[in-house]
């Protein structure tokens, strides 16, 4: 250096004569000799193609397992889905039942009120049939094509009821399909009298002498009830 003084370490340099005065020297310290390589160990070979095993077995898996995370992540969103299903039913479910309750609630009031009106219905049926008078027993075919002279006959010479006036009719039919009427089973007549008074009058009367026999066939006469009423 020019003043003869070094800011680090002290690098000795050689100037071009002493290069040029010793050659040998200088090649020695710049171009050292290559190493000879040394022939390879097979251990450390055999340990090397373990560990790239061992990765390749490693990077397998690690894509296995990767798969598999899909596979989850999958069934996780289907899951989350499901149960979110679940609870829009559940809510609906909910109301539903609270809706059932509240209607529950008041069933009492309303069974009240339906066996009031029941009883007002069952009333104004059997008010309708006061008129209605029902013969049972009669053979078929007997009544001939004047149903209505037919009743007539059997009040008075059957069962002696002598009406006054004479007894007349809305309408008189039997009851029923003509197919299921047998000889032990006719079909009832029901006979709807003008009076309400002379269908009383009859029931009555008929009550009290009791049944009558036609052609083999018993006879008896009773008031035309709607079903409750005669249910009970």
């Known amino acids: 250096m020019p003043n003869g003084k070094s ?21 020695a310290q710049t171009a050292p000799p290559c190493p000879t390589p040394s022939p390879a160990d097979p251990s450390a070979l055999e340990a090397s193609d373990r560990i790239l095993q061992e990765i390749a077995l490693v990077g397998r898996r690690l894509e296995a397992m990767d798969l598999k995370i899909t596979d989850l992540t999958v069934a996780s ?54 008129e209605n008078v029902c013969f049972f027993g009669t053979p078929e075919h007997k009544e001939g094509s004047d149903i209505k002279a037919f009743i007539k006959s059997l009040l008075s010479d059957l069962f ?15 009851i029923g399909p003509l197919h299921k009427a047998t ?29 009558v026999s036609l052609v083999g066939h018993e006879i008896r006469v009773a008031a035309d009830f709607s079903r409750l009423t005669n249910e009970k």
């Not at 079909?187 to 009058?201: D, G, N, S, T, Y």
């Open 7 to 27: 800011s680090g370490k002290h690098c000795p340099q050689l100037l071009f004569s002493e290069a040029i005065a010793q050659p040998k020297t200088m090649t």
């Open 77 to 130: 969103s289907s899951i989350r889905a499901d149960i979110a299903s679940f609870r829009e039913t559940a809510n609906a479910l909910d109301q539903r039942l609270t809706a059932v309750e509240d209607q529950v609630a008041v069933l009492p009031d309303q069974e009240a009120e339906l066996r009031s009106l029941r009883a007002k219905i069952t009333d104004l049926e059997d008010r309708s049939r006061r």
């Open 160 to 174: 002696g009821i002598e009406l006054s006036p004479p007894p007349d009719f809305q309408k008189a039919h039997r």
């Open 183 to 211: 000889f032990d089973k006719p079909r009832p007549i029901i006979a709807c009298f003008l009076r309400h008074e002379q269908a009383r009058q009859v029931i009555s009367a008929a009550k009290t002498q009791g049944p």
